[in-house]
């Protein structure tokens, strides 16, 4: 069965600096991985998605992912964030064997400081 | 830009009622998704949709939910009786296919069971 594990509740960084929110997976095929926001009394919001080819994907808001299949992770990064970064972050994924269902982790606040 | 979308944004009613969640899913769409989130927590999993049948259901999603897709266009969401574990914010999801594309979200609906 598919898992996501987001190993940090809460990560606190300054304005300008770059933020890391890490996200590991496990899946028994080929993994679809994804990254959603949510602001405050919202819905998820899309931010970017690993299928294949290169490791590095870019996306919304300056935001890009890293996945690295050997330590199955797909960390979230930004080279300089925002106090509007402000969110709570989940990570996402599919398994290309059993598919359809998106497991998510549990997610991970950011928090951005002036 | 085509969005999901989900009524009524907040839905209060006694516990042992009945309560019907809507969702208008992104017209081409072929699979269709229900989640719950607890006081901003997980992200949990209750069923999938496909082809007019459920695909895939957790644990959660037991005797007392239902799904349908009466008219081609709203997905729902019934909750037969209603518990005061059931208060929670419903999302409604739907993506173009069941491997690698994102799933996009509703708003939700904040149901409170008192």
Redesign the interface.
Known sequence: AQSVAQPEDQVNVAEGNPLTVKCTYSVSGNP?L?W?V?Y?N?????LL?Y??GDNLVKGSYGFEAEFNKSQTSFHLKKPSALVSDSA?Y?CAV?D?VY??????G??TRLSVLP | EPEVTQTPSHQVTQMGQEVILRCVPISNHLYFYWYRQILGQKVEFLVSFYNNEISEKSEIFDDQFSVERPDGSNFTLKIRSTKLEDSAMYFCASSADGTNTEAFFGQGTRLTVV
């Open positions: 679809y994804f959603y949510q405050p919202r819905g998820l919001q899309f998605k299928i294949t709570l989940f599919r290309s598919g359809q269902n998106f497991v998510f549990p997610g």
